[in-house]
């Protein structure tokens, strides 16, 4: 089955700076790679996502990119702000079909 | 539009005991999921159900988990007997349809279970 490695498992950064979250996955048959957050006792949320076909997306602040031949991606968080601290999870599926999850990373923003 | 909902939020029970867990998926969600989430870990897909048929269950213990989706709506997880080692955070999740290539899932706030 697909395995889903994530690094680092704990990341601070000061206000303002980048936040960056890698991913690497075992399956090359993976082609669908969701970003969640969860924040302390809350539930996980989709922040972003990409698919195979695409190489970089963005939303705002939020950046993903994906890297099929050395099958690794990464989530950039620019000008971090405090509520962006919390645990973010990258998953890596086959069609959408049984996400694998990595095993998070705690971002803490200090203010 | 209203999100995954999920019962009790909180259970603490001894080993050996039973215990069940319920959940309510988006309306017009075809697909629900039911994960397990241990202290510090990405969450672990158990179950998959497309409509009231099973997808996939190999991450399933078998022996002591069931699940089912009898109306194709909501779902019931059962664990029976618990162990310690069962003690993690129960989400249920749900996506309009697994089978396309741009689905969402939407998790709900989970059941924390403590096995003592």
């Known amino acids: 089955g697909e395995n889903v490695e994530q690094h680092p498992s704990t990341l601070s950064v000061q206000e303002g700076d980048s936040a960056v979250i890698k991913c690497t996955y075992s399956d090359s048959a993976s082609n669908y790679f969701p970003w969640y957050k969860q924040e302390l006792g809350k539930r996980p949320q989709l922040i972003i996502d990409?698919?195979?076909?695409?190489g970089e997306k963005k939303d705002q602040r939020i950046a993903v990119t994906l890297n099929k031949t050395a099958k690794h991606f990464s989530l950039h968080i620019t000008e971090t702000q405090p509520e962006d601290s919390a645990v973010y999870f990258c998953?890596?599926?086959?069609?959408?079909?049984?996400?694998?999850f990595g095993a998070g990373t705690t971002v803490t923003v200090r203010a | 539009e209203a999100g995954v909902a999920q019962s009790p939020r909180y259970k603490i029970i001894e080993k050996r005991q039973s215990v069940a867990f319920w959940c309510n998926p988006i309306?017009?969600?075809?697909?629900l999921y039911w994960y397990q989430q241990i202290l510090g870990q990405g969450p672990k897909l158990l179950i998959q159900?497309?409509?009231?048929?099973?997808?996939?269950d190999s991450q399933l213990p078998k022996d002591r988990f069931s699940a089912e989706r009898l109306k194709g709506v909501d779902s019931t997880l059962k664990i029976q007997p618990a162990k310690l080692e069962d003690s993690a955070v129960y989400l249920c999740a749900s996506s309009l349809d697994g089978r396309a290539g741009t689905d969402t899932q939407y998790f709900g706030p989970g059941t924390r279970l403590t096995v003592l």
């Open positions: 998953a890596a599926s086959i069609e959408d079909y049984k996400l694998s």
């Open positions: 990409i698919r195979s076909n695409v």
């Open positions: 309306s017009g969600h075809a697909t």
């Open positions: 159900f497309q409509n009231n048929g099973v997808v996939d």
